[in-house]
């Protein structure tokens, strides 16, 4: 499997530019944060969901804490006036999804990196209005990408950055997971298995499984690995079986990722899923359990052969310790018994006392809430100057 090394902090240089004049959107809705000095700001651009976190740099307080799925909407031709909120010609995020019927839904995003760049420009355009800040405030914003993207990838993104941040840095989100992840104050407890100073950090998302050696320090290429095998590929597995076991039955993409999420599993289950869906306005039911169980098992196969290849990197001294600390986040990590099953084919492959951990529900804050911590401890030639 390809591992590609996206330089945590841009090319790994200071590049500094001129600022630009031009400040950056001034914000039509969210909270209005204090003056300060300067805004950092933590932001997991997601597949298909995307939070953002900020504060001053002089203040722990967060001024911005929003998680926002990351949806674009374009009003269709023809529509009625007053049949969308305010007349709006793009909807985002949630307004989005709820008037979805109305509008044509572009997803700026596809396996963690830009898809659509119309898109994903009017989508960071929003975003900077939920941040708010005041006129002339410098941002400097921590944006996670995923393991896998390449040069293009990276560039493309910091180009449609460009002009709603004064400073960038870009860094693996994995990485940006176990800053998240870290609790601070049990730093000094003996017992506690610091997740930044050994751990292997694997991030289910939705476009993308990405899988990380974290060993105190930014990992290289060795140390980290990516697959576009994720919560999207499970939805597309699970849709196509429905349509080839009920051939009348037409489910559309977003319900089956409701189902998914609902019902999802992998290992033994104790009873069935039983599914109700209309099906030409009739009510009826539909038996997934063994399309479900089978396309969500596909993925742990998967996501064990990327863990065994990251462990196969850390050191003889280290391995024991990486073992024990071995966390699942994303939103496909919520899979039922997907630790304890991954756990058990570890155990099975002959490693020593493998221990797997689920982050949780809280999934979803953590790549911005290490970006944040990643913001705040970053030194000045760490900082990309975004000019336009």
């Given amino acids: 499997m390809r591992t590609t090394y996206v330089a945590p902090f841009t090319d790994g240089t200071a590049r500094e530019t001129q600022r630009k004049t031009t400040a950056p959107t001034t914000a039509e809705s969210g909270p209005k944060p204090q003056r300060g000095d300067i805004l950092l700001v933590g932001f997991d651009l997601g597949t298909n969901t995307s939070c953002v976190k900020a504060a001053w740099s002089n203040s722990p307080e967060l001024v911005v804490n929003e998680i926002i799925p990351t949806a674009v909407g374009y009003a269709r031709e023809g529509l009625i006036d007053n049949l969308l909120p305010g ?5 985002y995020g949630h307004a989005a999804l709820k008037n979805r019927l109305y509008l044509r839904m572009v997803s700026p995003l596809a396996n963690g ?3 659509d760049r ?3 420009h009017d989508f960071i355009r929003y975003i900077r209005q939920v941040i708010n800040a005041p006129s002339g405030t410098e941002i400097r914003a921590v944006v996670g990408l995923p393991a896998s993207a390449d040069r293009a990838a990276h560039d493309q993104l910091m180009q449609v950055l460009t002009g709603f941040f004064d400073k960038v840095m870009l860094v693996p989100e994995p990485f940006l997971a176990a800053l998240g992840f870290r609790d601070e104050s049990r730093l000094s407890d ?3 298995i610091d997740p930044v100073r050994n751990s292997i950090f694997v991030d289910i998302g939705a476009g993308t499984t990405d899988v990380c050696l974290v060993q105190g320090c930014f990992p290289t290429g060795e140390d980290q690995t990516s697959m576009a095998f994720a919560g999207d590929m499970v939805d597309l597995l699970i849709h196509s079986a429905i349509r080839s ?4 039955v037409d489910i559309s993409i977003p319900k089956v990722r409701e189902i998914k999420e609902q019902y999802s599993y992998v290992g033994k289950l104790d009873s069935q899923i039983q599914v109700g869906v209309l099906v030409g306005g009739k009510p009826r039911k539909l038996d997934l359990t063994v399309i479900i169980g089978d396309a969500c098992q596909q993925l742990l196969v998967r996501v064990l052969d990327c863990v065994k290849g990251v462990i196969a990197q850390a050191s003889s001294d280290s391995v024991g310790e990486v073992l024990q600390n071995i966390i699942l986040t994303g939103g496909s990590s919520l899979i039922r018994n997907f630790d304890s099953e991954l756990q058990h084919l570890l155990v099975e492959e002959g490693y020593e006392k493998p221990r797997v951990l689920t982050v949780g ?6 790549v911005a809430k290490g970006a944040l911590v990643a913001a705040r401890q970053a030194k000045e030639n760490q900082w990309t100057t975004l000019t336009t």
């Fill in 118 to 120: 119309a898109a994903t």
């Fill in 245 to 248: 076991a009920y051939p009348d």
């Fill in 361 to 366: 529900p809280n999934h979803k804050e953590l």
């Fill in 113 to 115: 990196i830009v898809n």
């Fill in 190 to 192: 003996p017992s506690y």
């Fill in 87 to 91: 007349n709006a010609k793009v909807l």
